[in-house]
């Protein structure tokens, strides 16, 4: 147990996707102009997430890494194959997460816009699947350590949006007007998380 909350707690804070492996910047940056449209984006990020470690682990373990298929009378290894299976599972996992929103909340669907089909191509997702895969974990650490990246995602994101929110009442100097104080914004933030390398 204290195995897993040092994986949760190291994958959220320590080694957030964002500010300090640097995945995942195009929804990070693109999505983060309200807090509740970043809520909607960490929300979807954490389903997609966490159900791409549960199933990537899976078939990695049981169809991949398993020795015991044999053509022409030779063990097989499929394990090269591990990225375009895992992109074809993530790419499945958000169309389901696209047909939900739509059908239930056309709103979000709507405010979340081109940057919902970017999770299939969102480095993030695949980043926490091949992760899992090259560290070894076994299903349940892969469970956790997809859940603890997403949930960092959406702490980077809805802190991000927030910042963004009150920057748009502030008199900033015409040349770091949009993305420049946005990306300025990122590294400040990125620095503060650098402060969390000591706690595990």
Do not use: W
């Not at 693109?30 to 809520?39: L, R, Y």
């Not at 290894?77 to 074809?88: E, M, N, P, W």
């Not at 970017?118 to 926490?128: D, K, M, Q, R, S």
């Not at 076994?138 to 994101?157: E, W």
């Amino acid at each position: 147990m204290k195995e897993l909350l040092l994986v949760a707690i190291g994958s959220a804070l320590v080694n957030n996707v964002v500010l300090s492996q640097f995945l995942g910047l195009c929804p990070f940056l693109g999505v983060s102009k309200k807090v509740e449209t970043s809520a909607g984006m960490g929300a979807a990020v954490i389903f997609v997430i966490t159900i791409a470690s549960f199933v990537t682990s899976v078939i990695y373990k049981f169809i991949l890494a398993n020795e015991h298929f044999i053509i022409n009378g030779k063990p097989v290894d499929l394990a090269f194959l591990q990225t375009i299976v895992f992109i074809l599972v993530i790419a499945a996992l958000v169309q389901f997460v696209e047909m939900f929103l739509k059908k239930s909340m056309p709103s979000l669907y709507e405010a979340l816009g081109v940057y919902l089909p970017l999770i299939t191509t969102n480095c993030a997702v695949l980043g926490v699947a091949l992760t899992n895969v090259q560290k070894g974990y076994d299903i349940l650490t892969s469970v956790v350590n997809g859940v603890g990246i997403s949930v960092g995602f959406t702490i980077a994101i809805i802190m991000l949006a927030g910042i963004r929110e009150k920057i748009e009442h502030n008199d900033v100097p015409y040349s770091f007007q949009g993305s420049p104080i946005v990306l300025i914004t990122s590294g400040l933030m990125a620095i503060a998380f650098f402060g969390f390398s000591g706690l595990i």
